[in-house]
Structures are given as structure tokens and as C-alpha cells.
């Protein structure tokens, strides 16, 4: 069964064919991904590598943890689920936080007469 790596501090330089390339020491590769900033364009210093087998991915790890990669010293482990993202609201965003909020309201200066 396939297991996916985690690997961070990756040189804004290295690609996808060259993450992969270098984990094919270790192992069967199934994919190899540099995540880039949708914005800029620019790879935002980690990727996910999903090796063949528990054991490459175990070899993959202890060949590749906290050694130099393309100038820079990564940091390989395992890849946990990502967690939920809480909601930021913005356009699209969740609209059921409940309360309305409608309405006329006073609150401006009221002259007072006793």
C-alpha cells in the first residue's frame, strides 16, 4: 500500500521531476509534488512524495530526513490528514452565523427633556 511523505524545506528551485528523481533512491515512487503559490507561481517549500511501499517510504525517511536537497536541509516524515480549515468568512463564505441583524436602530444623540 502506497504511503505519502511530507518533505519541507524544499529550495524554491526544486521541481516536481526532481523531487522524484531523488526519492527513487530509496524507492518505487508513485507521484512526487512541489506545492506552488497559486498567485505567484512560486513553490511554496514543501511537497508531498508517495512511495510504493511503507517500507521504501521508511527508507525514504531515514535516507532523506534532515539532509541537503537541491542546497537546503529538508525535513521528511509522514504525511498527516489535513486538518479542517476554519471559515474566514469573506464572498462565499459560510453564511449561517446566525443572529439577524436587520432592523432600524436608534443609538444617535436623543435630546432629553425633564
Known sequence: MAKKLYVGGLSYSTTD???KEAFEQAGAVESASVIMDKMSGRSKGF???????????QKAIDMFNDQELDGRRVKVSEARPQEPRAD?????GNRDRGGDRGGFGGGGYQKKSW
Request: proline letters at 0%; glycine letters at 26%; aromatic letters at 10%.
Open 88 to 92: 474566514r468568512g469573506g464572498f462565499g
Open 17 to 19: 521531476a526532481g523531487l
Open 47 to 57: 511537497g508531498f512524495v508517495e512511495m510504493s511501499t511503507e517500507e521504501e517510504a
